[in-house]
Each structure stands twice: as C-alpha cells, then as structure tokens.
T-cell receptor, first 110, second 114 residues
C-alpha cells in the first residue's frame, strides 16, 4: 500500500502560523484529504485537494503537488482550540477507500 | 441535519466475546465505511459498503464482518475478541461512491477488551 508520512508533533504559539507536511508515493491517490481530530473525538473534514495548487478556507489552507507526492496544511492565526491531531488521507481505490497517515499532533501554547 | 450516529459510545468486553457496533449514516448517504483507530495512529480501513454490497475490505481477519441494511445503516461484528481489538471504531458515510466525495465520521465506539 501507500506510505503516508507526517511529522509526529509540532508546537507553536497562539497567533503564529504552522505548516504540516504530508508526503506519499506518487501513484495511486486521486487527491488528498485533511481532517482535524480533537482528543477522544471523531475526525472532522477540513479540505480536499484534487488539483495541484493552493486552496484557501479562512485560517486554513491546503496545498497539493501530485507530481511530487506532497501536500501541506497551513494553519494561520493559531488559536488554542486548534490544538488537535491533523490527519492527511488519500483515496486508494475507485470506491474512495481512505488511507490515513498517523497524524500530526499540533500543540498551541499561550 | 443529524450527522453520522453510532452506538454504543463505549463498550467493555472480555477476550473471546463477540461485539456488534451500529452506525446510522447521514440522511441520503448510501455509502458507509468502517475504520479502526488505535491510540496514536490514524484510522485503518476495515470495510466499505455501498447500496448494501461490500465494496472493499481492509487487511483484517475473518473475525471481522459487516453488513448494510436497506435503510443504509450498518453493523460491524467482531467475533472472538482479542486484547488487540481494543480501539476506537469509526463509521463514516458519504453520498455516493466517488473518490472525490468527502467522508463524514461519526463519534465512534470506544471498545475495551479485557
């Protein structure tokens, strides 16, 4: 299967910017999803990129380069409530079965 | 509109027992997937159902089975429970079966096997 790599943990201060990288093998994924998961809760959808480039949604932006097997999620103007795990995931078959990375734990400090 | 619902929220079982987890998708969604998430890892795909047919199965033993009902709700069954089956079991639904469609997750069932 595909390997999806994300950093394990990132720490940043309130109001700062953090970029979470996600790399994967270049074949097999039709786009890339990002989900946010607070401790003990279900993942919630943040973004989906199917084409190369940057998609902006308020304080969150996501970027995809299919040829490089690379995506990132950019969190701007960090708030304490942004402390969570961020999961990147790719659909691996025609039915949209998702393969997830292990998640990046973002810790926002005052 | 109600989101994906799952029951029960928590469950404690002992080794060797059997468990049934339930999921109701978002109204109008015909695809349901099940994932297992152990602490510190991302969700692992178990099954996908669309229009009551199994459309995908992950790398899980035959002790795991599932089905989808005419109203698109779904059940996940796990037999002969092992300690390693302790995890958060997530159900996700989406409208159809396309790869670009977003899956929406329920709150999960936390299973503890003693």
């Amino acid at each position: 299967g595909q390997n999806i790599d994300q950093p394990t943990e990132m720490t940043a201060t309130e109001g700062a910017i953090v970029q979470i990288n996600c790399t994967y093998q270049t074949s097999g994924f039709n786009g890339l999803f990002w989900y946010q998961q607070h401790a003990g809760e279900a993942p919630t959808f943040l973004s989906y990129n199917v084409l190369d480039g940057l998609e902006e949604k308020g304080r969150f932006s996501s970027f995809l380069s299919r040829s490089k097997g690379y995506s990132y999620l950019l969190l701007k103007e960090l708030q304490m409530k942004d402390s969570a795990s961020y999961l990147c995931a790719g659909p691996t078959d025609s039915w949209g079965k998702l393969q997830f990375g292990a998640g990046t734990q973002v810790v926002v400090t005052p | 509109d109600a989101g994906v619902t799952q029951s029960p929220t928590h469950l404690i079982k002992t080794r060797g027992q059997q468990v049934t987890l339930r999921c109701s998708p978002i109204s109008g969604h015909k695809s349901v997937s099940w994932y297992q998430q152990v602490l510190g890892q991302g969700p692992q795909f178990i099954f996908q159902y669309y229009e009551k047919e199994e459309r995908g199965r992950g790398n899980f033993p035959d002790r795991f089975s599932a089905r989808q009902f005419p109203n698109y709700s779904s059940e996940l069954n796990v037999n002969a429970l092992l300690l390693g089956d302790s995890a958060l079991y997530l159900c996700a639904s989406k409208l159809g079966h396309g790869t670009q469609e977003t899956q929406y997750f329920g709150p999960g069932t936390r299973l503890l096997v003693l």
